[in-house]
């Protein structure tokens, strides 16, 4: 942070480094350990100040002693100039950081409630005092009042029964409607804008202030998300009315700027079936059908937002390997690409009205999410404005990263990228971890990609590994055909594209065919359970959160609406295809496993719950195939305890160098913040 | 004159009644679902050596803890008993030393994080603590000389483990993650622990010999329950020296203890004579210098061998024979013969122990929850020491209650309990809660009921209860028992469903007024019934299967269940077919009934993602449904709150669907004056 250089400079350093990558000075740079990617600090939330001139956002360090991540804070002049670090509370904040209209304040969330702290100096006051936890905050434009959502509070007998541990509850059935709130800033005063019992999935607050947009589903389970409907509404609540009448969930929902229209996003084609590439959808804000705003874009849009002068829609689309900003007229649909690069934009990103600026994080191969703008009706190339990973880039021995095409059985041509091991040297084989990722409805993409920590790849690749994350079949950013392929039956070309990248790397020299290694994370860990029932070629395997057996993962999620088309049915219809259900399944043929397999899962993941880990590793136990199944006690669907996952990375490098690598893994030891008293 | 003269000593008789009864006066009521949780119990009763004393644990409800908690007492015939032990987490499991003048029993106290060995004067004073283990100790047994005593434990936490807790460094390798138990010995004048055994196994259950010179033990490879198949009998001396292994098979020897003369060990196992698995209760004995295990009792009767002792002498061994719908006290010759019947009841037996020439247990009958019973070598039979249930019977209006038969679908004759609502009046029809029991290889038998099977409750509230020992239970021979085997439901829920006919065709039963209710495998045999029937009109079900298949993986055990299905639902040529028509799930398309469940968060047995997918089903499905979840609980609910709950939403969910009548929720003790909602069906 010390060493930070103009922004301006860097931008064409920072571009420069994009297209070449950096293996140049690769022997000065250290390799990553996992302790050292633990530590490494985030960024978080960048947020334009409305006059352009200044950014804030949050920025996480790891503490130890917490066993977490803790946020904090910033701002930075956005011509360049020091970071200075705002708040220093030892538990944090929540890295949700808004500005006052006028740039005076900085709103944020602490402890569950709102904090406004001034821009220019003094300390932060609490502004909320709910019942509940307040989040989702938006200013008023005139500056007077901030909307936010809290869910409802639980009842006096509620409490009373849980203080005596009378504490037997309803499955499914006790979780609150959230509601949108009002709170004037100079009283305190709270006023409720939606009550009843549907819960506020999400709202947007017109430009002008006077209306506001709602998802509204019957209850706040995620099945239920499908269940709920657009409103609109004044700012004040009234003359609420639906604007939609469908079965698809409506999501990220914006206000052209002259509040005539609403756009949203869904995962349907225009006639509302289920499970098409995530498009825009513009519906009239007086009610209609909505309408597909693209027609045979190959794309997914991640984000889209109205431009200011509300005649374009800015999104962020996934293109398979990267991502990338585009504008879209909003009558004709044509599409402009703004920005190209071998990077991710991620989600969150924002456009600061004033300034014309799109403020966002670019994920990158040696830049893991710094905050850059993007000029609206400039070519200009993007400007990175943080640099919270200079240190990054210039000392930290990175991998290469490639995009590499192969073709599947089919033919089809399937892309993913390679990072080549520190020091790759050409004509040597390497060890090869294949990573597969979540979703399917996902891709990976050049830089960190998602969960560092739980892919650890700056490690593995220093310590020899290549690692190719391919986008097989099911994976998003390649077209509806591409996508569905998963529908009815789940796997169809999915495994075979994985081998066939596996083939691929084996054809040009860089895996050794003989230390090959599969590992992948909830949709990546059911295709893995599925690939070591098929294949013996991989040495070692991990699987995080994967399915078993469908026929009771059905039941057992707390999301089957989005697997409604996998199979021809529910396990518990009349006339079930649970013949469908069971050949889909892993355990069905595990009996065929032969590759030492780590199973994790979290004790409380609702999506893929411990129990499908369960069915697998007892299973492989029976059969003797080498087996552990290490569960997280407190996490859900993806691990957060830093020490979760450094021990789950730890477990698995030693499996690796066991069974695929040949050599002894030494454990990581993450710093013991106790150890001076008297601790191991 | 003469009427002044007799009339005072009655007044006085009355005075002294209520002084006794409290509200005695008053006429027996019906008995509530608080007064239901608040009924003792009573376990491991234990003679002393001069014979003439019992101690026992009794547990009571309290309230404010919200569990029951146990204490010691003590009493002999004719006398009152007396609580001994007052500690805040209670105690249990306590021992007479031989010489009679200590009782040690097990307790946690004060700040120590596990239960730990206490020693209490018989003749006064109050207890003080003997061990300090690293882990909890249980299971106690004095040495002959009363100078020291056998315990079990575990081994205790690394420092290293304990330094990954302390960071909530804590991911941890599931079912790896046991610590081996082991046998332990202190000596109680120096405090002194010697580890008996030791290894890379778990010494999961053990007796000592009368002259303290053997101890035989059950030596599995891990501590898990899933590895019971894989334990097995060893004896060695008391030092732990000279083990020998005695069986080598794959069935679960439970109940292993050695004669008086050291030369024979009896154990009990549901297997045949050519050691398999998957029978009615067997008492074997095999020679303690190793041999051949051969089959004493169990192969030619029809008899469920629950627990045996050898008698003092060693010439005879004494059994508990479940017999269906009772159980009773039977002496067998230790060198074969005809097993003899010494008692014979409406009722059960229980908590077996010997002391000397004496034996202690316990007899539970439709009204009392378990008094506990002596009985020496010579008696003709057994001698009552307790009267902690007389109140039931006195306080309480309580049903009826018979055997009932009638035929299964392919002409087998099964039985059950039924019990009459308590104002019963013969030509009027009821409302009738079908209650299966768990296991399935158990059997229901006269009782008082329980938290999960409120028989008398309902009876207060006007039902019939039919308690059917349906195909699969014990207690009928082999035939019967394993009419499960290789598909689970052959004629299981068709005797169910015909046990409700026959008790319609009596005239007994309103047939538009019929409930289903059960918990573990009733709770299967409830999720299957309401696939097969619309029979019935609500339904409660407590931590039952959805699915063999999935099931199969979650449980903490499995080998037991494989005879069902013919294999495992993972091996190469899976009998995948019979894992899934078994399951409940797949017919769950066909269910009408509105029905209930129940789930502890942390039942390892059948855990709650089995009751989840009945629950999405029946919910996706548009049938009416709740899923209730209780924390911190397993396989059997234990706190009274959450017991209480269900009880209540089980009865309102009764009334609601198949009586249409009102239903108020009974409050805690304690909780009367407060105004709390509890069932999401109240709730306007």
């Known amino acids: 942070m010390k060493a930070y250089r103009g922004a301006f400079a860097c931008l064409v350093l920072g571009w420069t480094v994009l297209v070449s990558g950096n293996a140049s000075h690769a022997q000065n740079r250290r390799p990553f350990t996992l302790v050292g990617l633990a530590e490494l600090s985030r960024l978080f939330s960048p947020q334009l ?116 541990r009378d504490d037997v509850f309803a499955f499914d059935e006790t979780l609150k409607p959230r509601q949108l709130w009002k709170i004037v800033v100079s009283t305190g005063a709270e006023t409720q804008i939606t009550t009843g019992p549907l819960t506020v999935n999400e709202y947007r607050l017109s430009q002008d202030g006077r ?224 990573q597969l990722h979540s979703g399917p409805m996902e891709s990976d993409k050049f830089g960190a990609g998602p969960g560092l920590l739980l892919n650890y790849f700056p490690v593995l690749t220093a310590k020899g590994y290549a690692v190719l994350r391919p986008n097989y079949r099911g994976s998003a950013g390649y077209g509806a055909a591409f996508l569905r392929d998963v529908n009815n039956g789940y796997f169809h070309s999915m495994p075979t594209d994985v081998l066939a990248g596996v083939d691929h790397l084996v054809k040009i020299g860089v895996a050794d065919p003989d230390r090959l290694i599969v590992m992948g994370i909830s949709a990546g860990a059911t295709l893995t359970h599925k690939l070591v029932t098929i294949t013996d070629r991989f040495k070692a395997a991990s699987a995080s959160a994967g399915v078993a057996n469908w026929t009771s993962l059905w039941g057992q999620t707390d999301n089957t609406a989005f697997r409604a088309t996998y199979f021809r049915g529910t396990p518990w219809q009349a006339g079930a295809p649970i013949d469908q259900f069971w050949a889909s399944s892993p355990l069905k043929d595990v009996a065929d496993v032969k590759t030492p397999t780590l199973l994790f899962a979290g004790e409380n993941d609702a999506r893929v719950p411990l129990a499908q880990a369960q069915e697998m590793f007892r299973a492989l136990r029976s059969h003797n195939v080498p087996t552990h199944l290490y569960v997280g006690p407190r996490e859900g669907h993806l691990w957060t305890d830093p020490r979760h996952l450094v021990f789950k990375a730890n477990a698995e490098l030693e499996w690796f160098a066991k069974y695929a690598g040949g050599g002894v893994y030494v454990w990581e030891k993450p710093p013991d913040p106790g150890a001076a008293r008297g601790g191991s | 004159m003469t009427r002044a003269r007799w009339r005072f000593p009655l007044a006085a008789a009355v005075i002294i009644l209520a002084l006794q009864v409290g509200a005695g006066t008053q006429s027996p009521r019906p008995m509530g679902l608080v007064d239901l949780l608040n009924i003792p119990r009573v376990a491991d009763p234990q003679v002393s050596p001069d014979g003439r004393d019992v101690v026992y644990t009794r547990a009571d ?42 009782i040690a029993f097990t307790a946690k106290r004060g700040d120590n994080e596990s239960a730990q060995l206490y020693l209490m004067p018989v003749d006064g004073g109050e207890a003080r603590q003997l061990t300090t283990h690293a882990t909890a100790v249980s299971d106690l047994s004095w040495t002959p000389d009363s100078a020291a005593l056998y315990f079990k434990a575990a081994d205790a936490k690394t420092p290293d483990e304990r330094a990954r807790d302390r960071l909530k460094d804590d991911v941890y390798a599931y079912d790896e993650n046991y610590k081996q138990t082991h046998l332990w010995k202190v000596n109680v004048a120096s405090k002194a622990e010697t580890k008996i055994t030791d290894g890379d196994f778990s010494m999961t259950n053990y007796e000592l010999s009368d002259d303290g010179r053997k101890v035989v033990y059950l030596r599995a490879p891990t501590p898990l329950l899933g590895s019971g198949d894989q334990s097995e009998v060893w004896i060695a001396n008391a030092d732990g020296s000279s083990a020998l292994q005695l069986t080598k098979n794959t069935i679960q020897e439970g109940n292993a203890a050695i004669s008086p003369d050291d030369s024979q060990v009896l154990f009990i196992s549901g297997s045949n004579a050519r050691l398999e698995s998957y029978y009615n209760g067997r008492l074997f004995v095999v020679p303690a210098a190793g041999g051949a295990a051969r089959v004493l009792v169990g192969e030619n009767e029809p008899y469920d061998v629950d627990r045996a002792a050898w008698s003092k002498d060693g010439k005879s061994i004494y059994m508990l024979v ?184 009596r005239g007994i039963v309103d047939r538009d007024r019929m409930v289903k209710m059960g918990w573990s495998a009733g709770g299967h045999m409830t999720n299957k019934v309401i696939t097969a029937t619309d029979r019935f009109k609500a339904a409660a079900s407590g931590a039952g299967v959805a699915q063999w298949i999935s099931m199969y993986a979650q449980s903490d055990i499995r080998a037991f269940r494989t005879p069902w299905f013919g294999g495992t639902p993972w091996q190469k040529g899976a009998p995948i077919e019979a894992y899934w028509n078994n399951s409940p799930l797949k017919d769950v398309a066909n269910v009408k009934t509105p029905t209930i469940f129940f789930v502890g968060e942390r039942d390892p047995r059948v855990p709650m993602p089995q009751s989840v997918e009945m629950y999405r089903a029946l919910k996706s499905n548009g049938v009416p449904t709740h899923l209730y979840v209780a924390p911190r609980e397993p396989h059997g609910w234990g706190e009274l709150r959450h017991q209480l709950f269900k009880l209540n939403a089980e009865i309102e969910w009764f009334e609601k669907y198949a009586t249409q009548r009102p239903f108020t929720w009974e409050k805690a003790p304690g909780d009367e004056k407060k105004d709390i909602k509890t069932s999401n069906d109240q709730a306007p």
Not at chain 1, 118 to 130: F, K, Q, S, Y
Not at chain 1, 373 to 391: I, K, M, N, Q, W
Not at chain 2, 85 to 102: A, L, M
Request: net charge negative; hydrophobic share 35%; with cysteine.
């Open chain 1, 49 to 164: 100040s409305p006059d352009g001139a200044t950014l804030a956002y949050f920025a996480s360090t790891t503490d130890w002693k917490a066993n977490r991540l803790v946020f904090h804070l910033w701002r930075q002049p956005t011509t360049g100039g020091t970071p200075q670090q705002l708040t220093f509370t030892e538990g944090g904040d929540q890295p949700v950081v808004r500005w006052s209209p006028d740039g005076k304040t900085l709103l944020f969330a602490r402890g569950g409630q709102f904090m406004v702290m001034p821009a220019d100096g003094g300390e932060a006051r609490a502004l909320t005092n709910h019942a509940t936890a307040a989040a989702a905050p938006t200013w008023s434009p005139d500056g007077a009042a901030v909307y936010f959502t809290a869910a409802d509070p639980r009842t006096s007998d509620e409490r009373e029964r849980d203080r005596v």
């Open chain 1, 211 to 434: 209306r506001i947009a709602v998802q509204r589903a019957p209850t706040p389970l995620e099945d239920d998300a499908r269940r709920g409907e657009l409103w609109v509404m004044d700012a004040g609540g009234e003359n609420a009315r639906a604007v939609t009448n469908n079965s698809i969930e409506e999501r990220l929902i914006d206000i052209s700027p002259d509040n005539s229209q609403l756009l949203f996003l869904a995962d349907t084609n225009e006639r509302f079936e289920p499970y098409y590439p995530t498009t825009v959808f513009i519906v009239p804000a007086a009610g209609g059908t909505p309408r597909a705003l693209l027609s045979d874009f190959r794309y997914t849009i991640d984000q889209a937002l109205w431009a200011p002068d509300g005649r374009s829609i800015i999104a962020s689309v996934n293109m398979g390997v990267h991502s990338e900003l585009f504008e879209i007229d909003a009558r004709s649909g044509r599409t402009r690409q703004l920005t190209d690069g071998t990077h991710f934009v991620a989600p969150g990103w924002s456009i600061a009205a004033g300034t014309r600026k799109i403020v966002c994080q670019l994920d990158e191969p040696a830049r893991f999410g710094d905050a850059w703008t993007v000029a609206l009706g400039e070519s200009s190339p993007p400007t990175r404005v943080t640099g919270l990973f200079d240190a990054l880039e210039r000392d930290m021995a990175l991998p290469r990263q490639e995009k590499v095409e192969w073709k599947g059985a089919d033919e089809a041509p399937i892309e993913g990228i390679l990072f080549y091991p520190i020091g790759y040297e050409a004509g040597r084989r390497y060890p090869l971890v294949v």
């Open chain 2, 61 to 102: 409800a309290d309230w404010k803890v919200g569990r029951r908690v146990s204490h010691v007492w003590r009493a002999r015939v004719g006398g009152d008993a007396v609580q001994l032990t007052n500690g805040t987490d209670g105690e249990n499991g306590p021992r007479w030393s031989p010489d009679g003048k200590t």
């Open chain 2, 322 to 505: 479940n017999l269906g719908v009772h159980e009773e006290l039977f002496v067998v010759p230790a060198a074969g013969g005809k097993p003899r019947q010494i008692t014979d009841g409406r009722h059960s037996i229980g908590a077996l122990s010997r002391s000397g020439d004496r034996l202690a247990f316990t007899i539970s009958d439709s009204k009392s929850g378990g008094e506990v019973w002596t009985m020496a070598a010579g008696d003709a039979g057994p001698t009552q020491i307790t009267h902690l249930f007389d109140y039931l019977a006195r306080d309480f209006a309580l049903g009826r209650q018979e055997v009932a038969q009638w035929k299964g679908a392919d002409g087998t004759t099964v039985e059950g309990i039924v019990t009459y609502p308590v104002d019963y009046r013969a030509g009027q029809k009821y409302p009738l809660a079908v209650m299966t029991h768990g296991g399935p290889q158990a059997a229901d038998k006269y009782s008082v009921g329980s938290s999960a099977y409120e028989i008398q409750v309902l009876a207060g509230k006007g039902y019939v209860s039919l308690q059917p020992n349906y195909r699969g239970s014990t207690g009928y021979g082999d035939t019967f028992l394993r009419d499960m085997i290789g598909h689970y439901f052959q004629n299981a829920h068709l005797d169910v469903i015909a046990g409700a006919d026959e008790l319609i065709r």
